[in-house]
């Protein structure tokens, strides 16, 4: 099956602060994205090339609450401080063209396959009940997207181009194991960190700088 890095994630307290942030480190203006009824998220989006985007997520304040948690954590107690800080990398997708096939075939729990949509855009994605992917987060989430254009294609190209993602974990040995058995090995680097599990998406800008956020 194919797979590929699909997007990332910052997650953020508000969207509007989430924006902020971006156009101090980036330089640039998020475009508007859309709401997730099965969630009660929003978001904003931006091209970060090789049919790639960034994600800004928060909480939609607008929203009734969801029947079930809301994904990458973003209910959990400890989530809601660290996002009150400043925003934060929450997340990582890797897309499939077989997204039943990959879940069932994964030794670790990805979750259930979920249908989901934003806006005339639908897809599955794999979602866990506890909203936490495992290796708190680390493990990518996987998506498969409806036919039609990837949605990155859609997205301004504003010049930052995503150059990694750094993960780091207590258990980098045990981590970079599961990566490889999913197929995922090849789009992350991993680290041993005693002081505890962390993620990070770095950036190349038009000056040729690179800019680390999320962590």
Not at 29 to 41: D, K, L, R, Y
Not at 69 to 76: I, L, N
Not at 82 to 111: C, F, K, N, Y
Request: charged share 25%; aromatic share 6%.
């Amino acid at each position: 099956m194919n797979i590929a890095l699909d997007h990332v994630t910052l997650g953020a307290a508000t969207l509007e602060a989430g924006a902020a942030h971006l156009r101090q480190e980036l330089g640039i203006e998020m475009a508007p994205g859309g709401a997730h009824p099965h969630m009660s998220t929003h978001n904003r989006v931006l091209n970060v090339g090789e049919t790639r985007f960034l994600e800004l997520l928060a909480v939609d304040p607008d929203a009734a609450a969801p029947p079930r948690r809301r994904w990458f954590g973003m209910d959990d107690p400890a989530m809601i401080a660290r996002l009150a800080e400043r925003p934060r990398a929450v997340g990582w997708v890797l897309r499939t063209d077989d997204i039943q096939r990959l879940r069932d075939a994964s030794a670790v729990d990805l979750g259930a396959v979920t249908p989901m949509s934003r806006g005339s855009r639908s897809w599955k994605l794999t979602v866990r009940d506890d909203s936490m992917m495992p290796f708190s987060g680390l493990v990518p989430a996987f998506i498969e997207w409806s036919e039609g254009p990837h949605p990155a294609d859609a997205m301004p190209f504003l010049g930052p181009v995503l150059s990694a993602v750094e993960l780091r974990h207590p258990q980098a040995d045990r981590l970079r194991d599961v990566l490889e058995a999913l197929g995922a090995a090849s789009f992350a680097t991993v680290r041993q960190d005693d002081a505890g599990p962390s993620m990070a998406f770095v950036f190349r800008l038009a000056d040729g700088s690179l800019r680390t956020l999320g962590r």
